[in-house]
């Protein structure tokens, strides 16, 4: 008997040894890491996480880099948001028709992201999507069906170079593809995304050659800078500010450009007018629609003026004007609706 156990012991020692140095292996090798990490990508986020774009940002981080993942929901409205790294991505089909609904986290709440100390720029490459070095969006029209499918991204400012949010921009086109996929949404897809250019700062308003320019700016606006970015006609969000310095060096005019889901977000709770979104003027704010080509969704324009401006309604047209029949016009869209 005594022979048998250490027979037995001499041959359990080996194996035991051997597991725990595959398993010592397994947790602190780049290899086992990469197991771990594509293991955990096969089913996290619904497995729309792409291995390569994703690792670039987690750093193969299997806790931290993906803590969290979440499903809301139901049906046709059900969308995935899940953590990776100090991003939230949130992912899923948007009908042409959908609406917010103002209670609980819904897709559309998703666009309204915190804001950014940059405007939106568009990611380029052939897809339509934007940045703002703090938020990026990507949007898939999808041929087979009226809705479009969404990678919305927000993030909290670490990735504020152009550099770090091409990267996340690479991300969200891969996660779209899967996700096309996924929901069976025909779309066309982009390819990789270029080096996105700097963030302009403030300029004076007669050098405007992006968003901003051509809106006339009477002298008694007090406006001393814009600021804008490079136009696109793939942006689903485009912006320019105006500003003074002479007292606090705020934003004055604020004018925004929205189109398919991003133009959805701007429309009020079930219930009110169907037909919605109209042409409008208050004494601080105007708003403009268009029609715009593969998109049952009107286009949105707006210029909003802040506290520290003074606007007349002549100002507030005239800039609406200008500001939305050139970003219809690069966007292909059509039929401009000005406020009465």
Same mark, same amino acid.
């Given at each position: ?12 020692? =080996?194996?035991?040894?051997? +597991? ?7 947790? %602190?090798?780049? #290899?086992?890491?990469? @197991?771990?990490? !594509? &293991? ?9 996480? /792409? ?40 992912? &899923? ?14 897709? +559309?709440?998703? +666009?309204? *992201? !915190? ?6 720029? *568009?990611?380029?490459?052939? @897809? ?9 969006? $990507?949007?898939? =029209? ?30 969200? #086109? ?19 995304? /270029? ?7 403030? #300029? ?17 606006? @007090? $406006?001393? @800078? ?10 689903? +969000? ?22 398919? =889901? ?34 049952? %969704? ?35 869209? #059509?039929?401009?609706?000005? /406020?009465?």
């Amino acid at each position: 008997m005594k022979v048998a156990r250490r027979i037995g012991l001499f041959c359990v020692l =080996p194996l035991v040894l051997a +597991l725990t140095a595959a398993y010592t292996w397994y947790r %602190v090798s780049d #290899t086992g890491r990469e @197991w771990r990490y !594509e &293991g955990k990508l096969a089913t996290y986020c619904g497995g729309l996480i /792409p291995y390569d774009e994703s690792a670039v940002l987690t750093g193969l981080d299997t806790e931290a880099g993906l803590a969290r993942d979440e499903e809301y929901g139901y049906g046709e409205d059900r969308f995935r948001s899940c953590r990776m790294a100090d991003l939230i991505v949130s992912v &899923g089909l948007i009908p042409a028709d959908a609406v917010r609904h103002g209670s609980g986290f819904e897709m +559309l709440g998703t +666009l309204d *992201s !915190e804001s950014s100390d940059h405007l939106p720029m *568009s990611l380029g490459g052939g @897809w339509r999507g934007y940045t703002d070095l703090r938020n990026t969006g $990507v949007v898939l =029209p999808c041929t087979d069906k009226d809705a479009s499918l969404v990678v919305s991204i927000a993030g909290d400012g670490s990735h504020g170079s152009a550099e770090g949010s091409r990267a996340v921009g690479q991300l969200a #086109t891969a996660v779209a593809r899967k996700a096309a996929d996924r929901h069976s949404c025909e779309a066309d897809f982009g390819g990789r995304i /270029p080096k996105l250019a700097a963030p302009k700062g403030h #300029t004076g308003p007669g050098n405007a050659s992006g968003t901003c320019a051509g809106i006339r700016i009477p002298e008694a606006q @007090w $406006v001393h @800078w814009i600021m804008e970015t490079e136009t696109s006609d793939s942006a689903p +969000l485009e912006r320019c500010l105006m500003g003074e310095t002479k007292e606090r060096d705020e934003v004055l005019y604020s004018l925004e450009a929205a189109f398919g =889901p991003y133009a959805q977000r701007l429309r009020p709770n079930v219930g009110h007018d169907e037909h919605w979104p109209q042409p409008g003027l208050t004494h601080d704010s105007a708003r403009a629609t268009a029609s715009c080509p593969d998109s049952a %969704v009107p286009a949105v324009f707006s210029i909003h003026a802040t506290v520290y401006a003074a606007p007349t309604q002549e100002f507030l047209r005239s800039a609406l004007r200008t500001f939305a029949e050139r970003s219809a016009a690069r966007h292909g869209c #059509t039929g401009v609706r000005l /406020p009465g």
